[in-house]
């Protein structure tokens, strides 16, 4: 008889950063950028996103909106709980 149980945990919870390639668990902790639809496993990889973003984009409007965001990622994390 085959047994397919399926791990849905382990399905939903880990995602995969796009800088880094590093597996990180998206339920604990992740960092969310709107603008570039995206989600990375520490803040370092989102700004190394956002200004690889920037440098393909060159459009002062965009450039701006992503710098605040990068500014907004900065507050999250010091709001964020410190859990473990
Ligand atoms: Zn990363």
Same mark, same amino acid.
């Given at each position: 008889? /085959? !047994?397919?149980?399926?791990? *849905?945990?382990? %399905? =939903? *919870? !880990? /995602? ?7 597996? &990180?668990?998206?339920?604990? &902790?992740?960092?969310? $950028?709107? %603008?570039? +639809?995206? !989600?990375?496993?520490? $803040?370092?990889?989102?700004? $190394? ?8 984009? +060159? +459009?002062? /409007?965009? @450039? @701006?909106?992503?710098?605040? @965001? $990068?500014?907004?990622?900065? @507050?999250?994390? +010091?709001?964020?709980? =410190?859990? %473990?």
């Amino acid at each position: 008889m /085959a !047994s397919a149980r399926m791990s *849905a945990e382990g %399905v =939903r *919870a !880990s /995602a995969i950063c796009g800088i880094c390639g590093k597996k &990180y668990d998206g339920l604990t &902790y992740q960092v969310v $950028v709107p %603008v570039l +639809r995206a !989600s990375f496993d520490k $803040v370092e990889c989102a700004e $190394v996103a956002l200004n690889k973003h920037l440098r393909e984009a +060159r +459009r002062p /409007a965009l @450039e @701006e909106a992503l710098f605040s @965001e $990068v500014e907004r990622l900065r @507050e999250q994390l +010091r709001e964020l709980p =410190r859990r %473990v």
